[in-house]
């Protein structure tokens, strides 16, 4: 029997749980500096970080804020983070798990809601952030922070495509656009987004997931076979190194 879309992601992540807390791309970026800009200037009590994972969001609040809630869908990955929050004296961060589609949140508990590099795992984005914006104070904020999809279909489907081989459990990197039109029907005023560009060392993006030899392979083909247009947008190296865009956006309940 095949697993669900949850599970597939739990079992996808956990065994990497480490992997995560350690992974470079993802304990540091100019996303992670504009979220530590944005919390030091408000006064957060409680912060929520969806799909944590390696859990680099919370440990960037933690030292700004009354508390913040690391929540994610893996078992795994918590243990990993709460061990990791208590080398570093964040006594502060606390763990939680399910799935961001049913919050075990009563509404109006946080003041800040953040979700970085999870949402293109979630089986269902507009129900995550209809239930952000329930479990959100009025006035409360959202920053969202992931990687994107080009607008141009064919940039697009080459980046959903070597997504999903590296990673079965990848269900979508959405668009700016798509983004902007899914928080707004789920309650939220954007604003402008901050776009950023990545880049992945092919062999640690790989190693991490540790992908099946049969999926790398797949990937190097294709990266070799594509359309010039497709190796200048990702600038995709003779290694399989390449440049993906992301962004971040701040978004408020309304």
């Given at each position: 029997m095949k697993s669900t879309l949850h599970n597939l992601v739990a079992n996808q992540f956990g065994p990497r749980a480490d992997a995560y807390i350690q992974s470079a791309v993802h304990a540091a970026g100019a996303d992670l500096d504009a979220l530590r800009a944005f919390v030091q200037t408000q006064r957060f009590e409680r912060v929520l970080d969806l799909g944590c994972g390696g859990g680099h969001a919370s440990f960037t609040v933690a030292g700004h804020v009354g508390q913040v809630t690391a929540y994610d869908l893996s078992p795994d990955m918590l243990r990993a983070v709460a061990k990791e929050a208590q080398a570093r004296g964040l006594s502060n961060l606390v763990?939680?798990?399910?799935?961001?589609?049913?919050?075990?949140?009563?509404?109006?508990?946080?003041?800040?809601?953040?979700?970085?590099?999870?949402?293109?795992?979630?089986?269902?984005?507009?129900?995550?952030l209809r239930e952000a914006r329930r479990v959100l104070k009025p006035g409360g904020r959202a920053m969202v922070m992931d990687a994107v999809a080009p607008?141009?279909?064919?940039?697009?489907?080459?980046?959903?495509?070597?997504?999903?081989?590296?990673?079965?459990?990848?269900?979508?990197?959405?668009?700016?656009?798509?983004?902007?039109?899914?928080?707004?029907?789920?309650?939220?005023?954007?604003?402008?987004?901050?776009?950023?560009?990545?880049?992945?060392?092919?062999?640690?993006?790989?190693?991490?997931?540790?992908?099946?030899?049969?999926?790398?392979?797949?990937?190097?083909?294709?990266?070799?076979?594509?359309?010039?247009?497709?190796?200048?947008?990702?600038?995709?190296?003779?290694?399989?190194?390449?440049?993906?865009?992301?962004?971040?956006?701040?978004?408020?309940?309304?």
């Open positions: 763990t939680e798990q399910g799935t961001v589609e049913a919050l075990p949140f009563a509404d109006g508990s946080f003041d800040l809601v953040v979700t970085r590099y999870s949402a293109h795992h979630w089986h269902d984005v507009p129900q995550g607008a141009n279909p064919l940039l697009d489907t080459f980046l959903q495509t070597i997504e999903m081989l590296r990673d079965p459990s990848h269900v979508r990197d959405y668009s700016v656009a798509e983004w902007e039109q899914m928080l707004r029907a789920a309650g939220f005023a954007t604003d402008a987004p901050t776009l950023y560009r990545v880049r992945l060392d092919f062999a640690t993006w790989i190693a991490r997931m540790r992908t099946r030899a049969l999926f790398a392979d797949a990937i190097r083909a294709l990266q070799q076979t594509m359309a010039e247009e497709v190796t200048a947008h990702f600038e995709i190296a003779g290694d399989g190194s390449f440049t993906l865009d992301s962004m971040s956006m701040i978004a408020a309940a309304v």
